[in-house]
């Protein structure tokens, strides 16, 4: 029996993505690793809890977990059926209540299994350490007692979940002073992320978003303003620990943490962005990934078949075509669907009249028929999708509403445009309305002083339970230190920025291809100055200092000449080509396949990995930057978050902050 952590690193060999390193870790550390000598149990049991199963089910497919000998898979809670003959490796949390339930399974005369592999997902107290040890009949019984250290959610290659989906409400709600269900929540989420790292056997420079400075030194800062800095402190105590505690651990950094809460943009979550990602999960009825669609009945008659698929990373369709923008990957699909017939011998043949097919023909397209209709299908399922997008854009008539939308972000439009919008769709949609008064109370808050605010409900036919989405924007901006000289609150997010705008235009510094596709998360600036080292020490503070003669960080690089950044205050974003999420082209009709087969290429030569975590919640605009800056930057951007939210699921949380009915002018917004 060993009490150890894995001793297999991330640093040096071939370049992991951070998905690779969480699905090989469960697989080959854990399942493969617990194999034994002995034939009789070379099939194993895999029991696991509420928690863990899901950390599983998000990196490893249940084909992957049979291939490493895993013939049953139980949940710790459940009765379960003995199987003596057999081993059984146990992935759970260090808690107490699971540590009873295991020993109560391996202890006694007659254990549900002959030999027990203990993996823990975080760190184990010594104390239940201690009880595991002092009984004497299930000593003998362990194989391996282990801390495996890996207790997030990855969501996709270059992205992972805490899965706190109440975390704007314990920690920004009006509930937040509620310092157990606060002080808890955080706690757990420290712990999760500082597994990342401990899987990845990264040492991070920590920073976080500061709290205001007040002229009033002695305003005691409220816990919402302390989030990201008593997060930062969790975590850097767990990677303090990490450090003496796992072999191989690196003691010096290795890679950037920066840690800020939705409030650095808060209308990332509710403007209607335009690529075919953001558009499925805000448009579409899915459930996290899961698309239900009908097919023809395989019997040629009667009902169509309901079929889920999942949109996913293995599809490559959806991997070349997901941060494309809408009109962009109708038009691709389109060309996909007429290249593959053109190119396809089955396709070709089918077109033929029957009576034409010789033999030869036939056996050419019974040939290709297995693979014609994989790819035919998912082929066609993505043209559905676009189809029904576009639909849904002409019946909403979402494109003036979208050009209103970020015009109002880049300062193009005002009050007026807003009124006029608001009285013409008198009839229109009131989660479109409410998006579009929640991003003009971001850019124009004092026009909600006062009565102006139910003036401008009453005009968009608004109810006051929608408001609450609106007044409760207020909430995760903290006490008075962020509120302008008239006594608004102030949403921007930085306030060199021009009046009235909450972003930097990018025209002439940006190449635009598609219509509607000016907008980009605040995160995008954040992590390119991260990158050259431009953020203010003073907001972004560090736990652990890098020494001065430290140079930048590996695969950053410091501009010289002409090229220079701008002074703070400007865009610090670089040229963009239109072409960085398009795939490299072929001439097998269905270009997609290549994508699957050349991403792990991208990651070669990368440098240090830069991770974010936003408190509060994730957008799909906000995953796209950081797959974005990956190829930019050449360093792995990896996207940490509570949870990640569509517009309506985001609106929601939002509305749940309050429980009672604010006063609209107590809120001066």
Known sequence: ?????????????????????????????????????????????????????????????????TDQGISLVED???????????????????????????????????PLYRKAYIYFSSSVPKELVARIKNDTSVLPRIGALREMN???????????????????????????LNSRRFDACLNVMATRIATVFASLKEFPFVRYRAAKLLDDASTTKTPRELVPAKLAAAIWNNIKMYKSAIPNFPQTET????????SIDQIAPIIHEWTYDAMCHDMLDLEGNKYVHEIPSKSGGGEPEKKE?????????????????????????????????SKNKAAQLQQRDGSELSTRDLQKMVQALPQYNEQMEKLSLHVEIAGKLNAIIREVGLRELGQLEQDLVFGDAGTKEVINFLRMKQNGMCENKLRLLMIYASVYPEKFDGDKATKLMQLAKLSSEDMKAVKNMKLLEGSDSRKTSNGTFSLKFDSAKR???????????????????????????????????????????????????????QGGSVRSGRNNVPAQGGSVRSRRTATWARSRASDDGYSSDSVLR?????????????????????????????????????????LGSTSIDNPPQYITKLKLLSEKELSVDGLGI
């Open 1 to 65: 029996m060993s009490f150890s952590d894995s001793e297999s690193s991330s640093h040096g060999g071939e370049y992991k993505t951070f998905r690779q390193v969480s699905r090989d870790r469960l697989l080959y550390e854990m399942l493969q690793s617990s194999k034994s000598g002995d034939s009789r149990s070379s099939w194993k049991v895999l029991i696991m809890d509420k928690v863990t199963v899901k950390v599983m089910s998000h990196s490893c497919k249940m084909a992957d977990i």
């Open 76 to 110: 710790l809670f459940r009765r379960r059926q003995p199987l003596p003959s057999m081993d059984a490796i146990y992935f759970i949390q260090p808690s107490k209540e699971n540590v009873i339930m295991f020993l109560s399974d391996m202890s006694g005369r007659e």
């Open 150 to 176: 890996l207790e997030y959610f990855s969501i996709d290659s270059q992205a992972f979940i805490t899965d706190h989906e109440r975390a704007l409400e314990e920690l920004f709600g009006e509930d937040a």
């Open 255 to 262: 890679c950037e943490l920066l840690i800020v809460d939705r």
């Open 309 to 341: 698929v999942l949109l996913e990373d293995n599809d490559p369709v959806w991997l070349e075509l997901r941060h494309a923008h809408i009109a962009e990957a109708s038009e691709k699909l389109s060309e996909k669907m007429t290249n593959f017939v």
């Open 499 to 553: 009046k009235n705008a909450a972003r930097k235009d990018r025209t002439g510094e940006e190449e635009e291809t598609w219509a509607l596709s000016r907008f980009y998360p605040m995160i995008e600036e954040l992590i390119e100055k991260l990158n050259k080292r431009e953020l203010s020490k003073e907001d972004y503070q560090c736990m652990n200092n890098p020494s001065p003669s430290s140079g930048p960080p």
């Open 598 to 638: 050349n991403v792990s290429n991208d990651f070669k030569k990368m440098g240090q990995r830069i991770f974010i975590f936003i408190i509060g919640g994730a957008t799909r605009s906000e995953l796209r930057a950081c797959h974005k800056l990956t190829a930019k930057l050449r360093r792995e951007v990896v």
